[in-house]
């Protein structure tokens, strides 16, 4: 990511109100659920929690959206994915400061900062506490801004771009064995979902790994854009295609319901073999 990239945005005008809704639910099989997600609205001087829906201005503050799934013994892959999001509410804000008039953070360096710092803490607690050895996470987080989004990405959780005109686009690799084999054109969509190593992982928050080296990217979005992120409990029981028709096109009976409520629900009720949370972004135009 160039300098001209990471710290200058397209001139836009007067960005809509960006709406949002989120839902987490534990499936059909899994006795607890180790999923979380966030939302957070924040500038240089506060930091507010968002709710399960809502819609807010970009104009004043910076939104931050991000969806985790822990893993490890007994309840520590729960503590985990907690951990993960609750070192962001407590970090990113306090990394944030407002330079000159348009311009902006490096980006890339602070995303970078708190995905090591997440890491740190997981490896920490499980090489402390014989409880929590072994636990970790994935971890999924947009920020978005006025005419541009910034993401960090580790594990199989996604991050799915869906533009106002054209497909869905999943901006996030999966960190795991069958996501490499489909990135080298080894299976399809449908083989990749299926397989029977679909859940081993090769980076992780925490989970005893030295080191992580995280997914960052950027993608300017326009009115009429939307955005989901979501952990592997929704893309197991939801091939692409169904989630652009839950999301662009639902049924009447769930025309109503928010995005990530029909995504999760359709999810569940199609395999519910893992928890399943969605945070889906629109950008109204």
Known sequence: MSGAQKNSLPTVAAPPNLRWSGLTHRGRVRANNEDTFLGLAFDDRDVRHLGKTGEESLVACDLVFAVSDGMG????????????????????????????AGTRPDFAD???TLVGAIHHDLRHLGQAYEECAGMGATLSLAWFVPGRMFFAHVGDSRIYHLPRQGGLEQ?????????RLRRAGQLSEREARMHP??????????????????????????????????????TDGL???????????????????????????????????DNAT????????
């Open 73 to 100: 013994g007994a309840q520590s892959g729960e503590f985990a994915s907690r951990i993960a999001i609750d070192r962001i509410t407590r970090l990113l804000p306090r990394s944030f400061r407002r330079p000159a």
């Open 110 to 112: 602070i995303l970078g």
């Open 171 to 179: 901006l996030t690799h999966d960190h795991s064995l069958v996501g």
């Open 197 to 234: 190593r679909r859940h081993i992982l090769e980076q992780v928050l925490g989970a005893g790994q030295d080191t992580v080296e995280p997914q960052m990217g950027a993608v300017d979005w326009r009115p009429g854009d939307i955005f989901l992120l979501c952990t592997d409990g929704v």
């Open 239 to 273: 091939p692409d295609n169904a989630l652009v028709e839950l999301i662009r096109q639902p049924v009447a009976v769930r025309a109503t319901q928010p995005p990530a409520q029909r995504l999760v629900e359709e999810a569940v009720l199609h395999s519910g073999r």
């Open 278 to 285: 969605a945070v889906v972004v629109e950008l109204p135009g």
